[in-house]
């Protein structure tokens, strides 16, 4: 995929998923503040590096639903249904698109499936429904191999901020901490760093 074109994408894809995110928002009496004005730069630089490391059409999309609910996520605790909707189905239609329809579905099975045993088994105190839907979507774009590193690093990125707020004495055991800025986080570095893994 074209660099620039990646970036110019990906940066349009945040703003579309902010329209959508303000929308569920305002629909449930919620307000997700104003865009961070950075936030479309920085998706489509994350964007450009990682077409030009090879990442494919629907991972670069998926990266500005992540971002976005990443942001919303922090702001209000809630990751929106239109949000990961939007998420599932564009990664699907450029699945479709670039031949990689097969994959995404192993990944949004295979992440969604793990990420929703994890919410069973805590009764959905230590994982969200929300995170659930957010991960079978990036699982979509992603692919199964990715998709897994994505969520991995996820897990690390949340488990170091929350040690570091119980050392800093900021939490205690039973204080919850929002998932889907640690989702963005790890969608992120899988994309662009060479872990091994590309789907």
Same mark, same amino acid.
Request: with cysteine.
């Given at each position: ?6 970036? +110019? ?5 945040? #703003?579309? +998923? ?34 030009? /490391? ?30 990961? @909707? $939007? ?6 239609? #450029? ?11 192993? *990944?949004? /099975? ?24 957010? /991960? ?10 990715? /998709? ?16 570091? #707020?119980?050392? $800093?004495?900021?939490? $205690? @055991? ?11 986080? *790890? ?13």
């Amino acid at each position: 995929m074209n660099a620039v074109i990646a970036g +110019c994408a990906a940066a349009a894809a945040t #703003l579309l +998923c902010w329209r959508v995110a303000a929308g569920a928002a305002e629909r449930r009496r919620l307000t997700i503040g104003s865009l961070p004005p950075v936030l479309p730069t920085i998706v489509a630089a994350a964007a450009t590096a990682a077409a030009l /490391g090879g990442a494919h059409a629907p991972a670069i999309a998926a990266s500005a639903g992540a971002a976005v609910a990443g942001v919303v996520d922090a702001r209000t605790g809630s990751i929106f249904d239109p949000l990961t @909707a $939007t998420i599932l189905a564009a990664s699907l239609a #450029l699945a479709a698109i670039d031949g990689s329809v097969a994959s995404g579905i192993a *990944g949004a /099975g295979g992440i969604g499936g793990v990420l929703l045993f994890l919410h069973a088994l805590s009764g959905g105190r230590g994982l969200g429904f929300g995170d659930v839907k957010l /991960g079978a979507g990036l699982g979509m774009a992603l692919g199964f191999s990715t /998709g897994v590193t994505a969520i991995a690093l996820a897990f690390v990125f949340g488990g170091v901020y929350g040690s570091w #707020l119980l050392a $800093t004495k900021r939490a $205690t @055991a039973g204080t919850s901490v929002r998932f889907a800025p640690f989702i963005a986080g *790890g969608t992120f570095v899988a994309l662009l760093v060479p872990i091994g893994f590309r789907a």
